[in-house]
C-alpha cells in the first residue's frame, strides 16, 4: 500500500534507521512525506542528509519532500504550507498515485487532507495528537481572545476533517469523546512512535534529579511543578530539579524558582542528549495541562524511570496507576508534591516503577507494535474493513 503523510511538526527527521519510524513502515509500507523544516536555505538540508536530498530525499521507501517553513512568516507561513502540502500531493498523485493520505493533526493538515481526498479519490487518516476540547485554553492563564478564535476554529476543523476521513488515528482513548457528534467516527487507538530501543538504560546518580521536558513551560505545568518542588526541597538537600525545553520566555519560569540553586533551567537539547540526562533521573515529571501522549513519558518509561503525570489526554492511558507511576490532577502542586516526595524517599519503589515502565515500553509501546497498528490502521483505510478500529466512544469505555 501506498500512502501520502502529511507532516506538521517542524523538526526534521531522524538520519538514523532505527529512529526513523518511516524506515521501519518499510516494511508493508511505501510512500511520500511533505515535511515541512525549520531550515531556511537548502544548503541546510542537504548538510544534514547528504548532497542532492533538496528538494527531495529517499529514505528507505519512502521519499521526503521539504517545506523550508523559516523561509515564510506567519499567516504567509500557513497559506504557503497549505499551498505546499495540496499543489505538492497533486503533483505526486499525477505522476503515481497512493492509495491513503495521512495528516498529522486535524487543523490545516486535517483540511488539506480533505482536499486532496476529493480531487483524487484517496483514502483519509487524521491523526488526533493531543486533547482537542483543551486546545489553546491552557496556553496561558488568561487566553486571549485570538486563542478562543483558534479554539472555535480547531472545533470546526475537528468536525470537518474526521466527518471526512476513513479512519481517525487516536494517540489515546477519550481524546474526542467529549465531541457527541464525532462518536460515530471509526478510529484507530495507539500512541505516537517512540523509538524504545535506542533508549539508554536507567543508572543512578549520586544526585537524585526530578527531569522535566517539555514546551510552553506552562502548557506543559512546569511552574506547579516549580512550586511542588520547592515545598520538598529543604526535605531532600540532594536532589536537583531539571527543566530542559525551548523557553523564550525564560525570565518569567526564573522568576518562580526564587533563585533555588536546586533548580536548572537548561536550554532544549537534541534527543540523544535529551535521552541521556532522562536515563539518569530518578524521576521524571510532567503536570501537562493539556497533551496527547507525550513522547518524553513513553521515554522515561523505556529507561526504566518512573513517571508522575497529570490527569489530561493520553497521559493516563500511559501511566498505570502505582505500577510504573502515579497520575495527579493536572493543576494539583499538592498532590504532585506528595507523589513526588513519596518517589524521592523511597529507592525500591523507584525501582520496583521503573522496571514495570520499561516492561511496558519494550513490549506494549515498542517499535513492532507501533509498526503492526500503523500498518493495520493503514489496512483498515484503504480496504474498508474494521480490522483494529473502533468508535471513539468504544475506544474510552475500553480503556
Known amino acids: 500500500m501506498r500512502i501520502l503523510y502529511i507532516h506538521a511538526n517542524w523538526v526534521p527527521p531522524p538520519v538514523e534507521p532505527q529512529r526513523n519510524r518511516f524506515s521501519l513502515l518499510s516494511a508493508g509500507l511505501e510512500g511520500e512525506v511533505l515535511q515541512p523544516v525549520w531550515f531556511r536555505k537548502p544548503e541546510e538540508v542537504e548538510q544534514m542528509y547528504g548532497p542532492g536530498s533538496y528538494p527531495e530525499y529517499q529514505g528507505s521507501r519512502f521519499r521526503y519532500h521539504w517545506f523550508l517553513a523559516w523561509r515564510h512568516k506567519g499567516l ?23 492509495d491513503c493520505v495521512i495528516t498529522y493533526g486535524h487543523m490545516t493538515t486535517g483540511l488539506c487532507g480533505v482536499v486532496l481526498k ?12 493531543t486533547a482537542p476540547e ?16 483558534m479554539r472555535l476554529y480547531s472545533d470546526i476543523c475537528l468536525h470537518v476533517s474526521l466527518w471526512s476521513c476513513d479512519v481517525a488515528h487516536l494517540l489515546a482513548p477519550g481524546l474526542i469523546v467529549s465531541y457527541r457528534r464525532l462518536g460515530k467516527v471509526r478510529a484507530a487507538v495507539f500512541p505516537e512512535f517512540v523509538p524504545v530501543s535506542v533508549v539508554p538504560r536507567h543508572s543512578d546518580m549520586d544526585e537524585p534529579y526530578i527531569v522535566f521536558v517539555g514546551a510552553p513551560w506552562y502548557l506543559k505545568g512546569a511552574d506547579r511543578l516549580v512550586e511542588a518542588f520547592l515545598r520538598l526541597a529543604s526535605e531532600f538537600p540532594r536532589a536537583r530539579l531539571k527543566i530542559i525545553g525551548y523557553c523564550p520566555d525564560r525570565e518569567q519560569l526564573e ?5 533555588s540553586p536546586q533548580i536548572q533551567i537548561l536550554n532544549a537539547r537534541p534527543n540523544p542528549e535529551a535521552l541521556y540526562i532522562i536515563s539518569r533521573a530518578a524521576v521524571l515529571a510532567l503536570p501537562s495541562r493539556c497533551e ?3 513522547c518524553v513519558i513513553l521515554e522515561a518509561m523505556a529507561a526504566g524511570v518512573p513517571v508522575v503525570g ?14 510504573n507511576g502515579f497520575v495527579v490532577p493536572a493543576g494539583d502542586s499538592l498532590a504532585l508534591e506528595g507523589r513526588l516526595r513519596q518517589l524521592l524517599a523511597d529507592d525500591e519503589l523507584r525501582k520496583r ?26 489496512e483498515a483505510a484503504v480496504r474498508g474493513n474494521n480490522s483494529g478500529t473502533e468508535t471513539p466512544a468504544a475506544a474510552d469505555q475500553k480503556d
Open 292 to 294: 496527547g501522549t507525550p
Open 255 to 259: 522568576a518562580l524558582t526564587g533563585g
Open 310 to 323: 497529570s490527569d489530561v489526554g493520553g497521559i493516563p492511558h500511559l501511566i498505570r496507576e502505582g505500577e
Open 353 to 378: 516503577m521503573g522496571a514495570r515502565g520499561y516492561e511496558l515500553a519494550h513490549t506494549e509501546f515498542s517499535e513492532k507494535a507501533y509498526v503492526d497498528n500503523f500498518t493495520r490502521m493503514v
Open 118 to 129: 476529493a480531487l483524487t479519490g484517496a483514502k483519509l487518516i487524521v491523526e488526533i495528537v
Open 134 to 149: 483543551r486546545l489553546y485554553l491552557t496556553e496561558r492563564a488568561k487566553p486571549t481572545m485570538r486563542e478562543r478564535l
Open 76 to 98: 504567509h507561513r500557513k497559506m504557503a504550507g497549505a499551498w505546499f502540502y495540496i499543489s505538492k500531493g497533486l503533483e505526486i498523485h499525477r505522476k503515481r498515485g497512493f
